[in-house]
RNA sequence: GUCCCUAUCGUCUAGAGGCCUAGGACGUGGCCCUUUCAAGGCUGAAACUCGGGUUCGAAUCCCGAUAGGGGCACCA
């Protein structure tokens, strides 16, 4: 397996294009660069590759940094802090590819080439008609110089190519070991677009040149671009940095990878969805890496914060394969999470998502609860279903087949929660504890299962079947609004 | 069509020729705890894609088949 060569000082770059959201797989992609950076003092460089002016991309590169920063990794240099590469925009260094590109073709490593976009579109049809990759059949190759000016002269627009020698090309994956292709299967690739801007082949080796990184970790799709940046390296006499391709993420059900259309194909998603940063960068780390042995203590192997995992974070174990996500475990992983925060901390987390839901949240009461909830939550979001009662004046009193439970009747119902009524409105105090003393000798007298009795109360008092504990939770609620919904309740009964 | 990558429980993975009767985690079945739901504890089911080699010995190495994924733009 190929070593990682460390001779220079670690310099590593996330280099989105700023296409809109942030995908997850770009996150752990930039991840995986941070956790690199970290483990071997590197630096994390944040390099936006807007290249292409017909994309949408005003917003986008807000919502790579948002994406960044929610996952909690921080960049040593990039567009909003600068750095001594500056600027780490690709459209703010569109002079610097142009002269790399001309200083190619001086030097007869690259060429130009006058077709049109459906020139180019026959062509390729024709080869693929033949079995040939599509693509570009290199025909500009034979232009001289004399024929580059009549063409100018005429006005027309030309690109710059790369002259793709003979031969067979190899580069050593760090996470695959070494990769060859035979070159005549590759493209003559457009370098220099006919509006002046590089494509990203350019840019990025230019910029990965000058900005002196050392190693790409990157997703596994550049793969069959990367014979094609050896040889630009190779022309340019530069040392390409060491590659690493990390396996994309696909969907849980169904096929092919993950698109911005899947549930959880975003950062924002878990962002908004009451997923904690921590949750989702440990479970990105557990998807394509692993702590080491599995062996031994299980749950420290797949529980970790980012720091520990940059502590031995090892690019040459990423696994090879293609990884569906599951929001399942994802799940399971975001309750560890929420169950390990401090209460007060989890409270103020908690807050936002029950105004988003439009409750009026007591800070007091939501501190009350948060003990209750915590183990049942797992993720914020869900605090609103589990808890949300607690914030609402009007809770209505469940239809009768709710309100009974299994084995009894209307009439022993009513007679069960009229009892509960009168031993809870005699207690001196309204509390959990001193509920229950009495509750319980309370289901024995009407000759019913406390769960029966209990049953009942939450029915009537909470409106649903499933709450947090049943005497803390109407403690919370107090003795009033308590006993108005018990009475409701057995009113609702003598209808029937 | 063509090139490239990959292949262990449902999912994520451990496994670098004998330590494998293949380990862990999520999920899932059962039991315990229990006023519901969780959380927790115990316990069970569940995988080396197939076929050929190499070797005393293969989940591990080689070849082939199959399957999945990715690329083949003046997008990144």
Not at 212 to 229: F, G, K, P
Request: one cysteine or more.
């Amino acid at each position: 397996m190929t070593e990682i060569d460390l001779s220079r000082p670690v310099r590593v770059r996330f280099a989105p294009s700023p296409t809109g959201d942030m995908h997850i797989g770009g996150g752990r992609t930039a991840l995986f660069n941070w956790l690199f950076a970290r483990r071997y003092g590197g630096k994390f460089i944040l390099r936006i590759e807007d290249t292409d002016d017909k994309r949408f991309k005003e917003n986008a590169r807000q919502g790579i940094i948002d994406g960044l920063q929610w996952l909690g990794l921080q960049w040593d240099e990039g567009p909003d802090i600068g750095g001594p590469y500056a600027p780490y925009v690709q459209s703010e260094r569109l002079p610097l590819y142009q002269k790399w590109a001309n200083w190619l073709v001086e030097n007869g490593k690259a060429y130009r080439a006058y077709e049109t976009a459906e020139e180019i579109e026959i062509i390729s049809a024709t080869r693929r008609s033949k079995g040939l990759p599509p693509g570009y059949d290199r025909r500009a190759r034979n232009l001289t110089p004399a024929d580059w000016a009549r063409l100018d002269a005429e006005g027309r627009p030309f690109v710059i190519r790369f002259k793709m020698p003979d031969g067979e090309t190899t580069f050593d994956d760090l996470v695959r070991g070494p990769i060859t292709a035979q070159n005549d299967k590759l493209q003559d690739q457009v370098l220099l677009k006919s509006d002046g801007f590089p494509t990203y082949h350019l840019a990025h080796i230019v910029d990965d040149h000058v900005m002196e990184i050392t190693h790409v970790i990157r997703a596994e799709e550049w793969i069959n671009s990367t014979w094609l940046h050896k040889q630009i390296y190779d022309a340019f006499g530069w040392q390409m940095p060491q590659v690493a391709h990390v396996p994309v993420i696909l969907k849980i059900d169904g096929k092919g990878k993950m698109s911005k259309r899947d549930e959880g194909a975003s950062i924002s998603y878990f962002s908004e969805g009451g997923y904690l940063p921590e949750a989702v960068t440990n479970y990105l780390c557990n998807v394509g890496w692993n702590y080491g042995k599995t062996d031994e203590k299980s749950e420290e192997i797949q529980v970790f914060t980012k720091d520990q995992a940059a502590e031995i974070f090892d690019v040459t174990r990423v696994t090879t394969s293609g990884t569906k996500f599951d929001l399942v475990k994802l799940g399971w992983l975001n309750g560890v999470y929420i169950r390990a925060i401090a209460p007060l901390e989890l409270a103020q987390k908690l807050r936002p998502y029950l105004e988003k839901a439009g409750l009026q949240v007591n800070i007091d009461t939501l501190l009350r609860i948060v003990p209750l909830v915590q183990e049942r939550l797992k993720t914020l979001k869900e605090i609103v279903e589990v808890a949300g009662f607690f914030f609402e004046d009007d809770v209505p009193t469940p239809k009768a087949e709710d309100l009974i439970p299994k084995k009894m009747d209307a009439a022993s119902t009513r007679e069960a929660l009229s009892r509960a009524a009168s031993t809870l409105s005699a207690l001196p105090t309204f509390e959990h504890a001193a509920m229950e003393a009495a509750l319980r000798p309370l289901a024995e007298t009407l000759a019913i299962k406390p769960g029966q009795l209990f049953g009942a109360i939450r029915a009537a008092v909470t409106g649903r079947a499933v709450s947090p504990p049943l005497f803390e939770t109407i403690e919370i609620i107090g003795k009033a609004p308590t006993l108005a919904r018990i009475e409701r309740a057995v009113d609702s009964l003598k209808v029937v």
